[in-house]
């Protein structure tokens, strides 16, 4: 037990262990909105619009403890490693807004089941839309952070630095 308690003082161990949440908890979000709007429930159209935002939301700890963690991960990478971690960050500072936008909307969702259930139909596809859009570019971001420290993952040479602004 002390040193699981060790490991949670390392960002990067945290990072491992959250990173999966914004693209595991939006996917199943959107699945249980898929079902929710199938079986015309309102109340399983709340549970998915809030699984959604929580899942959305929860990149803002994986980017921060990604971020407390960069250092300590490229001084342990080979050079292929740290061009993985560059485009990785790249891609993380490229597409994050959208898992925010999915929240909000999600957020809107909610709302609108509430006081505007008119409205809440287009916020119900909106919101499913945003989901898909979440989780493609969750999986282009790990996609490029999976090939960082696992060699096994990577089957072509590494990414040129992206060009600073």
């Known amino acids: 037990m002390n040193d699981f308690l060790q490991a949670l003082k390392q960002p990067e161990y945290i990072h491992v262990l959250l990173n999966p949440l914004p693209v595991y908890g939006t996917a199943m979000g959107v699945l249980a909105l898929i079902v929710a709007l199938i079986f015309r429930s309102r109340g399983g159209q709340g549970i998915a619009l809030v699984i959604i935002a929580v899942g959305c939301l929860s990149v803002w700890p994986v980017s921060e403890y990604g971020e407390k ?26 597409v994050s ?44 971001i790990s996609q490029a952070g999976g090939k960082i420290r696992h ?14 602004h």
């Open 151 to 164: 060699t096994e993952f990577r089957t072509g040479p590494p990414p040129e630095p992206a060009p600073e």
């Open 97 to 140: 807004w959208i898992f925010y936008v999915n929240a909000a909307i999600s957020v809107a969702g909610l709302i609108a089941l509430w006081k505007f259930p008119k409205l809440s139909a287009w916020l119900m596809l909106l919101a499913l839309l945003a989901g898909l859009a979440s989780l493609a570019a969750g999986g282009w």
């Open 69 to 94: 963690a960069a250092d300590r991960v490229q001084s342990l990478s080979n050079s292929d490693g740290q061009k993985w971690l560059q485009e990785h960050n790249h891609r993380v500072d490229a």
